[in-house]
């Protein structure tokens, strides 16, 4: 069993930055790979970012590749999402997630509760 919690998640103006923390546990939590996704209101829940079980490969959703990264800290068993110059249209409640279908996948097995994040213009 996987658990995922998230934090970080906050009101900024935009142009600002924020940093997302996704908390996992599980004994087997070094072999999945993670993401993110987020779901904004009256919207369909999308995927934002990848990274490998390894760290070594990333993938990204176009409207967020050069301002968003994702990271993860194997030894903390964390996962990163560090969002630049935030646009309004990034406001959403985020998710983390956790699955063992590759980077490119949009199946995960896990998710976390969800981090809301709002970006004011």
């Known amino acids: 069993q996987v658990q995922l919690v998230e934090s970080g998640g906050g009101l900024v103006q935009a142009g600002g930055s924020l940093r997302l923390s996704c908390a996992a546990s599980g004994r087997t939590i070094g072999l999945y790979d993670m993401g993110w996704f987020r779901q904004a209101p009256g919207k369909e829940r999308e995927f934002v970012a990848s990274?490998?079980?390894?760290?070594?490969?990333?993938y990204y959703f176009d409207s967020v590749k050069g301002r968003f990264t994702i990271s993860r800290d194997k030894d903390k068993n964390t996962v990163y999402l560090q969002m630049n110059r935030l646009k309004a249209e990034d406001t959403a409640v985020y998710y983390c997630?956790?699955?063992?279908?590759?980077?490119?996948?949009?199946?995960?097995?896990?998710w976390g509760q969800g981090t809301q994040v709002t970006v004011s213009s």
């Open positions: 990274v490998s079980y390894s760290g070594g490969s990333t």
């Open positions: 997630v956790a699955g063992r279908s590759g980077i490119y996948s949009q199946k995960y097995d896990y």
